[in-house]
C-alpha cells in the first residue's frame, strides 16, 4: 500500500504501525511530532497507530532556540 509522507508517496506494509514505519525511515527520535491525516498523534500512541492506504503523515522535527 502507499501513504504520503511530507508529501512524498512511500510504500508500506499493509496495517503497519505507525511507529515502525518512523524506524524504518529513521525518524523515531527525539523531538520528532507527526500528524496522521492532519490530526496530531501523541507519541505514546504511535506503536498502536496502524496505517492505512492513503493515509497523509507529516513528520516535524523540533528546533530548539532563542
Given at each position: 500500500?502507499?501513504?504520503?509522507?511530507n508529501d512524498e508517496r512511500v510504500?508500506?506494509?499493509?496495517?503497519?504501525?505507525?511507529?515502525?514505519?518512523?524506524?524504518?525511515?529513521?525518524?523515531?527520535?527525539?523531538?520528532?511530532?507527526?500528524?496522521?491525516?492532519?490530526?496530531i498523534v501523541p507519541q505514546a500512541?504511535?506503536?498502536?497507530?496502524?496505517?492505512?492506504?492513503?493515509?497523509?503523515?507529516?513528520?516535524?522535527q523540533a528546533i530548539a532556540g532563542?
Open positions: 500500500m502507499q501513504i504520503l509522507v510504500d508500506c506494509e499493509a496495517g503497519e504501525p505507525l511507529a515502525a514505519l518512523l524506524s524504518r525511515l529513521g525518524w523515531a527520535q527525539p523531538g520528532v511530532a507527526l500528524a496522521l491525516n492532519q490530526q500512541q504511535w506503536a498502536d497507530t496502524l496505517l492505512q492506504d492513503g493515509d497523509s503523515l507529516l513528520v516535524f532563542g
